[in-house]
């Protein structure tokens, strides 16, 4: 599950609300062990994706750097050239 969560820190343009949402939902399933909470477990679950998703953007916001920013389409082909390389037969 945790293979969705992407860095998100250093890009031009910065992440967006979406991809910190997505990684917040993606570490909770991880911690919780699942993809989707019960009815009972659905409110602590959200609460917890909201409130790591709010910290996570207050990290990224406090992070500073001296590197470059990263071009989000440069990564992405990188990303591709070693999926191709890995999963090549």
Same mark, same amino acid.
């Given at each position: 599950?945790c293979? !969705?969560?992407?860095?998100? *820190? !250093?890009? %031009?343009?910065p992440?967006t609300? %979406?991809?910190? *949402?997505?990684?917040?939902l993606?570490y909770?399933?991880?911690?919780s062990?699942?993809?989707k909470p019960?009815?009972? !477990?659905?409110?602590a679950? !959200? =609460? @917890?994706? %909201?409130?790591? =998703? *709010?910290v /996570? +953007?207050?990290?990224?916001? *406090?992070? /500073? /750097?001296s590197?470059?920013?990263?071009?989000?389409?440069?990564? @992405?082909?990188?990303?591709?050239?070693?999926?191709a @390389? +890995?999963?090549a037969?």
């Amino acid at each position: 599950m945790c293979r !969705n969560i992407r860095v998100l *820190h !250093n890009f %031009d343009p910065p992440a967006t609300g %979406d991809e910190v *949402h997505a990684a917040a939902l993606q570490y909770v399933r991880k911690v919780s062990g699942s993809t989707k909470p019960s009815k009972a !477990n659905e409110e602590a679950f !959200n =609460a @917890a994706v %909201d409130e790591i =998703a *709010h910290v /996570t +953007r207050h990290l990224l916001e *406090h992070l /500073t /750097t001296s590197a470059p920013p990263k071009d989000r389409e440069v990564e @992405a082909a990188k990303a591709k050239a070693r999926a191709a @390389a +890995r999963y090549a037969s």
